[in-house]
């Protein structure tokens, strides 16, 4: 009797710890919810949440990776159909709405050096006999999606990382970039901006090589010994002067769709002019170990196994790019959710799904949760919840042309959005490592808090929240960043939680922050290296870490580590559900900027 006593009280304690795992505090506390309302959410919440599964995100990324998917192309509108199968499948209203947006393609891309030795370039990106996906021909070659057309031959000057200040230093030493090819290294600042300094400065032409310093053997060992960038690896990206304004280029600040008026090609102010292109630190090795000049200072040293100049001298390159401009359709996919008590008020979920390669870190695995997120509204929907205001699911297009999906709808909606949007959730990369971060506008950050603290952690099963503090407290102490961060919320000023970053650009949360004012956060996870962060995840750009985390991490092999299938897809769906579902008093106290 005793002993069936002893097992009651346990089961109960277990429920009970259960319960506090799980939610983290008791269900009358729901910040926005009256007592009443709180355990009816918190049921509707529990099924949200036992729907996704690690094996349906795997199984979603391997459908969207399966090809090279870049915007306006063949298979990128395969990845859409698909898309608009599976939020019509969770029974959502759903349609593909185009774009008609201009899409420079690469046709050639040459950077020969001429002197002091002859050697072509770029040199191919290296392939693995076990990865198959590094010999795809398919795979565009490496560009800087809307440089110019160009056939420049020139002496070379080494700009560092190709800033104002940095011009202004070579300017000190009385180096002249006017009529040379500058080549700066990647980092620093967005790339777009390091062509817009050089046209600025009246260079001729501009290569960006990533260094090793940054982005290769110096952080540690590079692929496949480690994750770090390979010596022929190279970063894409596009330097659309999105600066001055995102979206096409051709139709600023209004739609583009197939009636609207276009700027003729040489009125476009967010187009570079002059030919830019990206290097691997093994074509780049031979131009900066021929240059004259004086010595560059030492924080202009890089890794490479020589001291660097700062040029001109003995390194003339011959660069010749021919771009294929042309106006291509691209398909953002729409699902719609009438809200039943504020219709006209909208929160919009929203991820890319175009990729300069296979995508399978940025953005498909963002792409997996919102499948989750379609599916887990669709079955709550199927008994009888119904979301408080209007909730859009958004699969973007050509975002990393610039934020052009996003941005034109976003145009397209400007006035109902400037009105009515309540919030705008982002997610680029979901999962590109186990560490847990999140940006946002200040008046978000306890809501992102109060969803961590009801969703485990899954390395450890310990609450989403105290483990990303934990990590951050961690990384802070190791940076001799002072610990204790009084987050803007009503937080007691002694606390320990995570910091919520501050929100610049680069993603899809711009057009709705910085055009109209809407409220947005922003997530993922990353990973300890800046072979993720730099290559993959945020600039997707070397062909040789894209393909091997979609073939062999993603796409299989390696998909029994626990972090990237199992853990993204439950926590975005949770704290999907707790901003859409929840009438939460913090999104209305964001002020509109216009
Ligand atoms: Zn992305």
Redesign the pocket.
């Known amino acids: 009797m005793k002993r069936i006593l002893g097992a009651v009280f346990l089961a109960l304690l277990a429920c009970v710890v259960e319960r506090d795992l799980i939610w983290g505090r008791p269900e009358s506390s729901l910040r926005g919810f009256f007592p009443a309302d709180a355990a009816r959410e918190a049921d509707f919440e529990k099924v949200f949440r036992a729907l996704p599964t690690p094996e349906r995100a795997q199984q979603d990324l391997m459908i969207l990776t399966q090809a090279p998917h870049v915007a306006g192309t063949a298979e990128d509108y395969k990845t859409a159909q698909y898309v608009l199968s599976q939020f019509r499948e969770a029974g959502l209203d759903s349609s593909v709405v185009e774009y008609q947006v201009l899409l420079p393609m690469p046709k050639e891309v040459k950077v020969d050096l001429i002197e002091p030795f002859k050697r072509e370039g770029p040199t191919p990106e290296g392939g693995w006999t076990w990865d198959k996906d590094t010999y795809d021909s398919s795979v565009v070659p490496a560009y800087n999606a809307y440089s110019p057309s160009g056939d420049v031959t020139a002496r070379v000057v080494y700009a560092n990382y190709g800033l104002r200040e940095d011009y202004q230093r070579l300017k000190q030493w009385g180096i002249d970039v006017a009529g040379k090819i500058v080549i700066v290294r990647y980092g620093q600042c967005f790339r777009g901006v390091k062509a817009y300094v050089a046209e600025e400065n009246h260079a001729a032409g501009l290569l960006i090589y990533s260094d090793p310093a940054e982005d290769g053997y110096r952080q540690g060992d590079v692929y496949p010994r480690g994750p770090w960038r390979p010596a022929t690896g190279v970063q894409r990206g596009s330097i659309l002067y999105s600066m001055l304004y995102a979206g096409d280029p051709l139709t600023p600040g209004y739609a583009a769709t197939k009636a609207a008026k276009r700027l003729a090609l040489k009125d476009a102010k967010a187009l570079p002019h002059i030919p830019t292109t990206p290097l691997s630190y093994e074509d780049a090795a031979p131009i900066l170990e021929n240059l004259g000049g004086p010595v560059a200072p030492s924080d202009w040293q890089g890794a490479l196994p020589f001291t660097y100049h700062l040029g001109p001298g003995a390194s003339k390159i011959h660069m010749k790019l021919e771009m294929d401009f042309q106006t291509r359709t691209i398909w953002n996919v729409i699902a719609q959710i009438p809200g039943s008590v504020l219709p006209e008020a909208l929160v919009i979920v929203g991820n ?1 799904r175009d ?1 300069w390669t296979y ?1 399978a870190v ?2 498909n695995s ?1 792409t997996a949760p919102l499948l989750a997120v379609a599916r887990g509204l669709g079955q709550l929907l199927k008994q009888g919840w119904n979301p408080r205001r209007t909730i859009i699911l958004a699969s973007w297009d050509a ?2 042309f610039g934020l052009i999906g996003s941005t034109e709808w976003v145009e397209d909606h400007a006035d109902q959005l400037a009105r009515h949007a309540v919030a705008y959730l982002n997610m ?2 979901g999962v590109a490592g186990p560490h847990f971060g999140a940006s946002a506008v200040p008046s978000l950050a306890r809501l992102i808090h109060d969803a961590a603290q009801e969703v485990n952690d899954p390395r450890t099963g310990r609450p989403l929240d105290a483990v990303w503090s934990e990590e951050s407290q961690r990384v802070r102490r190791e940076s001799g960043i002072p610990i204790v961060v009084p987050i803007q919320t009503s937080s007691p000023p002694s606390t320990m939680e995570a910091r919520v970053s501050e929100l610049g650009s680069g ?1 899809d949360y711009t057009p709705f922050l910085q055009h109209l004012g809407v409220p947005p956060w922003t997530w993922g996870s990353a990973a300890p290296t800046a072979f993720t962060t730099q290559c993959t ?2 600039f ?1 750009g070397c062909r040789t870490s894209a393909t091997r985390l979609s073939s062999t991490a993603w796409r299989g092999r390696r998909c029994s580590a626990p972090w990237p299938c199992a853990w993204r897809t439950p926590t975005f769906c949770r704290m999907d559900t707790t901003i859409t579902a929840r009438p939460s008093r913090n999104t209305f106290s964001n002020l509109k900027t216009n």
């Open positions: 890319h990729a995508g940025d953005p963002g975002e990393e680029d990369v993603s995840t945020t997707t």
